[in-house]
């Protein structure tokens, strides 16, 4: 007889423990303490969703009267009645604009996003592709967030990185640009946040 799967690492276990898909809510919840960006009422867009670890921590912090809509590649299986899911491309703009006007919920308030690439195993692929990620999710929010409302996007660390931060600080849309590390994020983890706040 199989032994059952028991989680390997503190942020699994807990995770197990209290109900979560991943250990990445903690990641989530630890961003959202620092920088105050859930609250009451939101409307969120949760893009790279699955398995819907985020989405369950968004939709107790929004509770009845907001509205949260995931979006991945893969299926997310039901999260709550607060919540909605797109299985989508979230780098294909005429499907994500589909899918919002299906929603109607016009501009939104947050912004968020843990996708990360299909990894390749080499280094320097994978960061590229991170940034690639990391620029649909930007344009994203660019389009849906209401000024002054907030992004908060995973990207790896990496020879592009820091091109990127020069291109969201010249473009004229964000300011307020910060990036930090989450105590969650694996030990070796090249992966950080930026948190940002749309200008116009």
């Known amino acids: 007889m199989p032994k059952p799967y028991v989680p390997n690492d503190h942020w699994s276990r807990r995770a197990a423990e209290e109900g979560y898909r991943a250990r990445s809510v903690y990641k989530l919840q630890e961003l959202d303490e620092r920088f105050k960006l859930l609250q009451p009422g939101m409307t969120v867009l949760d893009l790279g969703a699955a398995p819907g670890s985020w989405l369950q921590y968004v ?76 620029q649909a999710v930007l344009a994203v929010a660019a389009r849906f967030l209401k000024k002054d409302g907030r992004c908060a996007l995973k990207v790896f660390r990496g020879g592009d990185f820091d091109e990127l ?36």
Do not use: C
């Not at 997310?76 to 780098?91: F, G, M, W, Y």
């Not at 703009?93 to 996003?113: H, N, Q, T």
């Not at 600080?169 to 070796?188: N, Y």
């Open 59 to 134: 939709s107790q912090q929004i509770g009845e009267a907001g509205k949260a809509i995931g979006f991945d590649l893969q299926a997310i299986h039901e999260v709550a009645p607060n919540v909605s899911v797109h299985r989508l491309d979230i780098t294909d703009a005429v499907a994500m604009e589909r899918a919002l006007d299906e929603e109607e919920v016009g501009f939104v308030d947050l912004v968020l996003s843990d996708a990360a690439p299909n990894t390749s195993g080499v280094r320097d692929v994978d960061q590229w592709r991170s940034v690639e990620l990391a």
């Open 165 to 200: 931060v020069r291109d969201i600080k010249t473009r004229g849309v964000w300011r307020d640009v910060r990036i930090t590390k989450v105590q969650a994020s694996r030990d070796r983890s090249r992966e950080v946040y930026l948190v940002l706040t749309k200008r116009v």
